[in-house]
């Protein structure tokens, strides 16, 4: 296909605003799928997915449309992942395209994760179409979400075309907008081949499977491509489009986007945004603005019992394999024994791999805190990164701690915008900006990270019942009065609960966990203090009283099988409690006493 004749485009949404409804009616519309086929089509796609426990990117298709003005197209709607762990990867799809459309509940409004998203489009230099879906249903007010479009957005949303991805109104005008304004790829056929690596995935019968984009130079089957990051070479055995379902094709051309096979081991030796060449004619420069994928939370995975290391181990080098933004090594803790010390893109990524681990493979697991990654400024001069506060060197060394900062953005309805600025405020957040769009408010925070990895979205959520949207962009790193505090349980320090704090509230953190603490943990045959510290100093402590009786005695003397359940039930919580010196510590007192309420 020539240039003119292709377009490239992604979609903006916010979570359940129509993005696949959209999809799947642009295929629909198109014949790409016959419309009887449509439903038996997407089923079948479906299925596959779970046999094969794969996903199938249906929403990355190549759509051929007969336009308006009698000329044929072929349009290329890309996929991007909607979570703000994965900005990077969202910010090289948008790279990969020319426009995008920005969906929009017109029930709804814009979402914070909508604005994240179409900065990303604006900086790529898209052409936005403005898309107001869900017009069928009664509470769709078009008005004052175009009005809401331009004051938030600041894109003229006057021609924002109204649909119903449900009916199909407007689909048509949706089609001839991508035709009419947005601007066709630009591309060499002549020159050496320069594509770039969009996504990539792992499928059980075709090995890792790569969706590039091609800027430059044709890419044929048989041909052989170097990665510009790595270096590693390989053949393309096999190249190919979505419509959706695969089907292949003898090559790509400048502005075209679909996948290659070349028998690539794993998905980590692919990154998303690297460039991909010819081996024997690369071309000159990379594209610009790689970055391998930077782990930015760490934390401690341990099994519950000791005995399931070797599992933990297997599991995660699984799943490191399709994720190569997961970075983990072995880590000994003096509480804990053996596990890893693992990094996530954020705390989305970390919640899924956890669960994967605990629901696939069945491991039960000890989550350290979460901890972000400081630079401790040394008094020599020199300067290291910390991943995990029991590395902390003597602080008597340490010249100053940087922490990462970040820029949070979060729409608000009115109501419940003094919660959220009182809980930015108690989370060390400085306010950059406020405004308000109809009944809604825009607050930008710079705010350190550290507070926000635990459960800031938690109490975001719980303090807006829901209403709230959130998200945000690391901006950089700056000093602070950061100390690290240790938990004492039973005068043993506990290094999984170690965390690194700001000074000024250290004293109400500590409380708070001790307090917790002494709810978390049961009672023994002897006292146990509990205590927060920094340094040698004790600033929190809370004292479990010794259990005194049996706590079967506490049943009618004769009812045995009351006795029995008890004891069960005991032994039943065993299992997920670690010891600690002679106390035992269970699993969710890990998490829960970090949690601040
Ligand atoms: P995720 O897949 O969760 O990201 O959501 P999405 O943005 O892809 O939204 P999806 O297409 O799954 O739509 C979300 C819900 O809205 C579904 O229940 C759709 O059936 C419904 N929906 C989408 N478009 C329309 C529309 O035009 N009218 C009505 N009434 N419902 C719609």
């Given at each position: 296909t020539d240039l003119s004749h292709i377009r490239n485009f992604s979609i903006v949404a916010?979570?359940?605003?129509g993005k696949s409804t959209l999809a799947d009616r642009l295929i629909q519309e198109t014949g790409t799928v016959k419309d009887r086929d449509m439903k038996e089509q997407l089923l079948d796609s479906m299925d596959i997915e779970r046999e094969r426990?794969?996903?199938?990117?249906?929403?990355?298709v190549r759509i051929e449309y007969d336009a308006d003005d009698g000329e044929h197209y072929v349009l290329n709607l890309i996929d991007t992942p909607?979570?703000?762990?994965?900005a990077y990867e969202v910010s090289r799809s948008m790279r990969a395209?020319?426009?995008?459309?920005?969906?929009?509940d017109s029930t709804q409004g814009v979402e914070a994760q909508t604005l994240a998203n179409v900065y990303q489009a604006i900086e790529a230099d898209h052409e936005i179409v403005p898309v107001l879906n869900k017009?069928?249903?009664?509470?769709?007010?078009c008005d004052r979400v175009a009005e809401q479009i331009e004051d938030v957005?600041?894109?003229?949303?006057?021609?924002a075309i109204r649909v119903s991805a449900k009916t199909g109104e407007g689909i048509h005008e949706v089609l001839e907008a991508i035709v009419t304004q947005l601007p066709p790829p630009k591309g060499d056929r002549g020159a050496p081949l320069k594509a770039m690596l969009v996504d990539s995935w792992y499928d059980s019968y075709l090995g890792v499977v790569v969706l590039v984009r091609i800027m430059d130079g044709v890419l044929k089957k048989g041909d052989r491509i170097r990665m510009?990051?790595?270096?590693a070479t390989h053949q393309v055995d096999r190249i190919g489009v979505f419509r959706p379902q695969m089907e292949s094709v003898d090559e790509l051309g400048p502005g075209e986007i679909g996948f290659i096979t070349a028998s690539?081991?794993?998905?980590?030796?692919t990154r998303v945004g690297d460039t991909i060449t010819h081996?024997?004619?690369?071309?000159?420069e990379p594209l610009p603005g790689f970055k391998p994928a930077q782990p930015v939370v760490f934390c401690g995975l341990f099994p519950v019992?000791?005995?399931e290391f070797e599992d933990l181990r297997t599991a995660i080098e699984k799943l490191a394999l399709n994720d190569a933004s997961f970075s983990y090594e072995m880590e000994t803790s003096a509480a804990l024994g053996f596990g890893f010390r693992c990094g996530f893109l954020g705390l989305l990524h970390l919640e899924v791999i956890r669960d994967r681990i605990e629901r696939e493979y069945d491991i039960e697991l000890i989550t350290t805190a979460p901890s972000v990654i400081y630079h401790i400024y040394m008094k020599d001069g020199s300067m290291f990164e910390l991943?995990?506060?029991?590395?902390?060197?003597?602080?008597?060394?340490?010249?100053r701690i940087e922490e990462p900062r970040i820029k949070a953005t979060i729409l608000v309805p009115d109501e419940y915008l003094g919660d959220v600025l009182k809980l930015c405020q108690d989370r060390r957040g400085i306010q950059l900006d406020l405004t308000y769009a109809g009944n809604r408010a825009m607050v930008v925070y710079d705010l350190p990270l550290n507070e926000v990895v635990f459960d800031f979205y938690d109490r975001l959520k719980s303090v807006t019942k829901g209403y709230a949207s959130f998200d945000y962009q690391l901006t950089g790193y700056r000093a602070d009065n950061l100390v690290k505090m240790q938990i004492l349980v039973n005068e043993e320090?506990?290094?999984?609960l170690s965390v690194m704090v700001h000074r000024d509230r250290a004293e109400t953190r500590g409380r708070a966990m001790v307090e917790k603490l002494k709810e978390l943990i049961p009672r023994h045959m002897f006292k146990i203090p509990i205590q927060a510290a920094i340094g040698g100093k004790v600033i929190a402590r809370e004292t479990l009283s010794a259990l005194?009786?049996?706590?079967?005695?506490?049943?009618?003397?004769?009812d045995a099988t009351r006795k029995r359940k008890l004891l069960e039930k005991q032994k039943a919580g065993k299992k997920k409690m670690r010891q600690f010196g002679k106390v035992d510590i269970p699993q969710e007192a890990f998490i829960s006493a970090l949690k601040m309420d």
């Open positions: 916010h979570i359940d605003h426990g794969i996903t199938i990117k249906a929403n990355t909607g979570h703000v762990d994965f395209v020319e426009g995008s459309l920005l969906v929009v017009i069928d249903l009664p509470a769709s007010d957005i600041g894109i003229d949303a006057t021609d510009m990051s790595t270096g690539i081991k794993q998905v980590r030796d081996e024997r004619k690369p071309c000159a019992d000791s005995a991943h995990n506060p029991a590395d902390m060197p003597d602080p008597s060394r340490i010249d320090p506990v290094d999984a005194r009786k049996d706590v079967t005695a506490k049943c009618y003397g004769g």
